[in-house]
């Protein structure tokens, strides 16, 4: 059975326990409250999503999620640059998002998208065990091609 396109805040839910352990799951509750923030939007696929929010001049990249299963297949590249498109389609100039600099994938996959470094929260992220980890702070500008695309 193809993977179902999720939309319901409890499927968003569902999905992010699957993709996430650090920062930890967002619960239904979290994404109800965050897709009714002014500026949010959905984009979403058959098993992976990114929520994102344009306010002003400026568009977030909250989270980024794709099942497991269905990794190093685009899915996530496709869904960042859909979200550049909308950021851009609602008048924000630049994107902006935090990773934490352990999660290596998504590093990667922002930078060959084209963020760079623009900052960093010591000791932002703190796991249940281990040492808390740093989150950095990414950006680029929403307008011109991707080299992701
Ligand atoms: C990060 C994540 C969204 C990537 O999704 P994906 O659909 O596998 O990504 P793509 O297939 O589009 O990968 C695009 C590129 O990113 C890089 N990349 C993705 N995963 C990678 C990995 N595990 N290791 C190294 N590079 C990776 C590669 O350059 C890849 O291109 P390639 O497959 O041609 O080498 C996915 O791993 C995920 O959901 N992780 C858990 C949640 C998370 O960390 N979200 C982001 C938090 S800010």
Redesign the pocket.
């Known amino acids: 059975m193809a993977p179902a396109i999720p939309g319901t805040p409890e499927s968003l839910a569902a999905l992010h326990a699957r993709?996430?352990t650090l920062p930890r799951p967002w619960s239904a509750e979290e994404f109800r409250d965050l897709l009714a923030l002014p500026g949010s939007f959905l984009i979403a696929e058959p098993g992976?999503f990114l929520l994102g929010r344009a306010v002003a001049d400026e568009a977030e990249?909250l989270?980024?999620?794709?099942?497991?299963a269905?990794?190093?297949?685009?899915?996530?590249?496709?869904?960042v640059a859909q979200f550049l498109a909308a950021a851009a389609a609602r008048g924000a100039g630049r994107a902006f998002?935090?990773?934490?600099e352990t999660?290596?994938?998504?590093r990667?996959?922002?930078a060959?998208a084209g963020f760079s470094e623009v900052g960093r929260r010591r000791g932002y992220y703190r796991p249940e065990t281990g040492p808390a980890v740093d989150a950095l702070a990414l950006a680029r500008a929403t307008a011109g091609k991707s080299p992701?695309i």
């Open positions: 993709c996430f992976g990249l989270t980024l999620a794709v099942d497991p269905l990794r190093r297949r685009g899915a996530g590249q496709r869904l998002l935090e990773v934490a999660n290596l994938a998504a990667a996959l922002y060959r992701a």
